[in-house]
Structures are given as structure tokens and as C-alpha cells.
């Protein structure tokens, strides 16, 4: 298909009249049974609890062919939001779990990254992740590559072509010298293809693999084209405990990239298990974000972490696979696994203790998702002017859980978060183009 005819099927404006659910605050979803949503060169341009559709296919010149009613057992919804996945770490999901984190690296982590200097590896897997995602319903995901150039510039074109999101580089055996200018190179590149769906990310890789010297430059670069930023925080206790004794003139770890700079309003620390009161204080004030990753923190047994603390402390929380520290790449296992832990972390705490609820984790999986990762303003839930990022999910599909009765919208919601998977994803869109 020429670029021409592309765009403008791209361009083309279309109706979905049929239950819609989204987030609007945390506490509560919010369900029309029958509502619809317009949809203009990308961007939603209507959302209505009617089906009254005549006006604004009028409006927006729509024919009836793009009307499309969804049907019995069918929902639209947002995208969901990875805010943390190791694209390069897909080929050993579900390995090495025998390991916690500072041995699971250098056995199982690292000799895997290192093959990342062969292209054509790259572009396997790549294509994999990218395409399994989607396929997944996560329309964005903040992910990590290797620290390898153009490996890494490929993971960002297989994104684009894709119609996704996010991109990096990071850090481990490079020079100082080395890592910042391959940085900034692959910072130039990105911005030069003018495309908005694809954002270079500055990331660190924790602080054990980067001296204080580096994370200031990265702070400082990051500061100097305004990127995001993405690390690693309190995930395991030998690690917390390697990095006092690493940086001795800090108080903590938060203060350890604080001192770099690194944590800003578009910053997101994967796990933040071990933090103390005094590190949530410093996070809710910079405004920094934690990326919780459940299935990877019982998988590598780093611990379990009490999202209601940091939310009460006034901290961004999105959720994360973190693959291949978790082994499923998609956010519904994510939701599970984040209802889970938040049920094991309420034993024992006493009945003011509130689990997170299943309206909360749909929440944190879409639009606390963007908001974590500060687009909040562009995607996470169907407002007029943000992206059409949706999955149009059907609980009626073949394979999947039968509908003997008929549900209402919320029950089809609460269904799809416990018992569905891709195959009831029947189509995602990417700022209104469809992509599965
Ligand atoms: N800390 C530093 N690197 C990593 C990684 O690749 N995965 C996880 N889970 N933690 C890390
Ligand atoms: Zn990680």
C-alpha cells in the first residue's frame, strides 16, 4: 500500500457504539452499557453514554460502513500500559527463577543482552516482543533494550512500523565517554523521524551498573531534551545493601539517583519493594513514579510490595511484566498478580487495611499506567482529544470463557480481568489505527 492510501485510511473517521469502560479516578470504573466513542485522523473527537449516533456521524461526515456496533458480550476499553519490560530479556521468560536478582543477572541476564550485537538475533526476538505485546492489549510499553546501538535503533523502527510506543538504551561493560554519546545519538535519531508514538527514554540501568559520574551525565542530557528516564530501585535486599556500601555519601537509594538528578515528574523506578518512608517522601515530592511488577518480584523472590502504601504516600503507581524477571508479558497476568499481592500484604495488617480492588488494578494497568509514565494528558482512557489507544474486547469469542447468561457490563469487565487472555482481545488500536 502506497504511504498515500495509508494515511488516509488512517485519516478516516469512525464510530464504536456499544458498551464502553474506562478510568476516570482510581476508586471506581467508570461503565456505559451503551454509549459510543468518535474517532478523527487518530484522535477521539466524541465519547457519549447514547447510541444517538445520526448527529455526530453527521458531524463528522461518517457513512454508515464506518459505524461499527459491537455486539452481544462485546466492550471497548482502553489500551493497557506497560511501564516496565525488557524487550531483550523476552527469550528466557519462565527461565531461572532459581536465582534472586544479583546472581540471576550475571547467570541469566546478562549473557543473553550480550547477544544483542547480532542484528539479525535483534531483529527476531524484537519482532516477537513487539508483536506479542500488541497482541496482548498493552498499546504502550516503556521497555529496556541492551546497550547496543543499533540493535537498539531497530527495536525502535520494529516499534514504529508497529504503530507503538517507548524505546532505550542502557548500561553495562561500556565506557562513560561511550554510553553518553551513544545516547545522545540515539536521542538525535529518534527525534529526527518525527515520530510522537516512539520516545527515546534515558535509562541507567541501576545504580550498581553505573558510577555516580554517569548518572549525573544522564540526569543532565535527560534534563537537556526533556526525556524520560527509567531505572531499577529497592527491588532486592542484597541490592539495597550493595548500594549503601557503594555509595557511601548517600542516605539512601532514592538519594543515590536524586544526587544524580535522575528523578524528575518523567521518571519511572521499576519495584521500589524495600523503600523506606523517608525514600516515598522524596519520590511523591519529585514526583517520580514506581513501576510495580508483582509477577516478577514473587519470581525472583525479591519481595512483596504494599501498592496501597504507595499510594497513600501520594506516589504515581503503574504496573509493570518486567520480563524476564516476570515470565508473562501480558498486564491482564500483571492485574492478577497485582490483586494477589495486595491480598497476601493485607494479612495481618488489620481490617482498615483496604486490598486493592479490582476497579483499582484497571486503574494502574491504564490510566495510572499513563499517568505514571506522564501522558496522562494524551492516553489512559477515552477523553475527547487523546489518542484512540482501545482494545475491543469480546467474552463470547471461541476458546474463551462462555457466556451461559448474560452479564452485565461490569461482570464482563470483572470476567475479562480474571479469566481472559489475548484470545478475547479481538482488536487493539493504536492512536486509531487498528493493529490487531
Ligand atoms: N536490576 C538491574 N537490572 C535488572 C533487570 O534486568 N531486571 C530486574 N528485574 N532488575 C534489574
Ligand atoms: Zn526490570
Known amino acids: 500500500m502506497s504511504q498515500d492510501s495509508q494515511k488516509k485510511m488512517y485519516n478516516r473517521s469512525f464510530i464504536i457504539v456499544g458498551p464502553i469502560v474506562h478510568s476516570k479516578e482510581i476508586t471506581r470504573l467508570t461503565v456505559f452499557d451503551l454509549g ?25 461526515s461518517i457513512t ?27 527469550p528466557n521468560a519462565g527461565l531461572g527463577y532459581d536465582m534472586q536478582l544479583l546472581d540471576w543477572l550475571t547467570t541469566y541476564t546478562f549473557p543473553l543482552e550480550m547477544k544483542y550485537s547480532d542484528l539479525s538475533f535483534a531483529e527476531k526476538v524484537y519482532e516477537a516482543v513487539v508483536k506479542n505485546t500488541l497482541a496482548n492489549g498493552t498499546t504502550t510499553a516503556m ?14 523502527n520494529i516499534a514504529a512500523d508497529q504503530n507503538m510506543n517507548w524505546n532505550t538504551p542502557d548500561g553495562y561493560g561500556e565506557r562513560t565517554e561511550d554510553s553518553y554519546k551513544l545516547t545522545e545519538d540515539f536521542i538525535i535519531q529518534l527525534k529526527d523521524k518525527k515520530n510522537d508514538l516512539i520516545l527515546p527514554i534515558i535509562t541507567p540501568r541501576f545504580a550498581l551498573s553505573c558510577d555516580m559520574e554517569l548518572m549525573k551525565m544522564l540526569g543532565e542530557l535527560a534534563s537537556r531534551y526533556d526525556l524520560h528516564i527509567q531505572t531499577h530501585i ?39 519493594v524495600h523503600l523506606s518512608d523517608d525514600e516515598l517522601k522524596v519520590l511523591a515530592a519529585r514526583g517520580t513514579a514506581i513501576s510495580h511488577c ?51 500484604v493485607s494479612f495481618g495488617k488489620g481490617e482498615d487495611y483496604a486490598p486493592l480492588t479490582y476497579h483499582e488494578a484497571f486503574y494502574l494497568a491504564t490510566l495510572g499506567g ?25 467474552m463470547k469469542s471461541p476458546g474463551s470463557t462462555d457466556i451461559l447468561q448474560k452479564y452485565d457490563t461490569d461482570a464482563l469487565v470483572q470476567k475479562f480481568l480474571y479469566t481472559g487472555d489475548d484470545r478475547n482481545i479481538t482488536k487493539v488500536y493504536v492512536a486509531g489505527r487498528q493493529v490487531k
Open 143 to 156: 521497555y529496556f533494550a541492551t546497550i547496543h546501538f543499533n540493535s537498539t535503533v531497530l527495536l525502535a
Open 370 to 394: 499513563a499517568r505514571a509514565v506522564a501522558l496522562g494528558d494524551k492516553i489512559g482512557n477515552f477523553e475527547v482529544g487523546k489518542d484512540f489507544d482501545a482494545l475491543i474486547v469480546n
Open 36 to 60: 459510543l466513542i468518535a474517532v478523527s485522523d487518530g484522535k477521539i473527537v466524541a465519547v457519549e453514554e447514547t447510541a444517538n449516533v445520526a448527529q455526530i456521524q453527521e458531524k463528522y
Open 234 to 272: 529497592s527491588e532486592n535486599v542484597h541490592e539495597v545493601s550493595a548500594v549503601k556500601e557503594s555509595f557511601h555519601d548517600c542516605t539512601s537509594y532514592a538519594d543515590v539517583y536524586d544526587k544524580a538528578r535522575l528523578l524528575t515528574n518523567k521518571t519511572v523506578l521499576a519495584h521500589g
Open 294 to 344: 508483582p509477577n516478577s518480584n514473587t519470581s525472583l523472590k525479591s519481595g512483596l510490595c504494599d501498592v496501597r502504601r504507595l499510594l497513600n504516600a501520594g506516589i504515581k503507581v503503574g504496573l509493570g511484566t518486567d520480563v524476564s524477571g516476570g515470565y508473562s508479558l501480558s498486564i491482564l497476568n500483571t492485574i492478577r498478580n497485582t490483586l494477589d499481592v495486595s491480598i497476601h
Open 64 to 90: 454508515d460502513d464506518f459505524v461499527y456496533h459491537l455486539g452481544d458480550g462485546e466492550f471497548v476499553m482502553p489500551g493497557f500500559i506497560d511501564t516496565h519490560i525488557h524487550a531483550s530479556q523476552y
